[in-house]
């Protein structure tokens, strides 16, 4: 777990809260909800990926997260579930967590330092 990884764990389970309101608000998921959905998606894997640094993690997560969503929606009538449904939310995921994931420096680069020139070395 990096430094801060509870606040970014805090944070992806608040974004799978307002997933779960969003696609369990009633009726069936149309554009702006999936597309909203699949907004959410790319945030939970940036902020997993922030917390536990590595990608595979804030991708697998998202994946469960999809298939459970699924597995949930497959006992709904009138809902289509399978991987044409399924694979697009992973991809998702994978841009957020890419980007969460990325090295951070630990330190700001030093700035070069200038020659300074010593007046002892000029003649008069």
Do not use: I, Y
Request: aromatic share 10%; charged share 10%.
């Amino acid at each position: 777990m990096r430094r801060n990884g509870g606040r970014w764990v805090l944070a992806a389970l608040l974004l799978l809260g307002l997933d779960w309101q969003l696609l369990h608000g009633g009726g069936a998921v149309g554009g702006a909800e999936r597309v909203m959905h699949l907004l959410l998606l790319a945030l939970v894997g940036f902020s997993l990926a922030c917390a536990t640094g590595r990608r595979g993690v804030a991708v697998a997560v998202c994946a469960w997260w999809s298939a459970a969503w699924q597995w949930h929606l497959s006992f709904v009538p009138g809902h289509e579930v399978g991987l044409h449904v399924w694979l697009p939310e992973v991809l998702a995921a994978v841009p957020g967590a890419w980007w969460g994931a990325r090295p951070v420096p630990l330190t700001t680069p030093a700035k070069p330092v200038s020659t300074v020139a010593v007046l002892s070395d000029f003649s008069r």
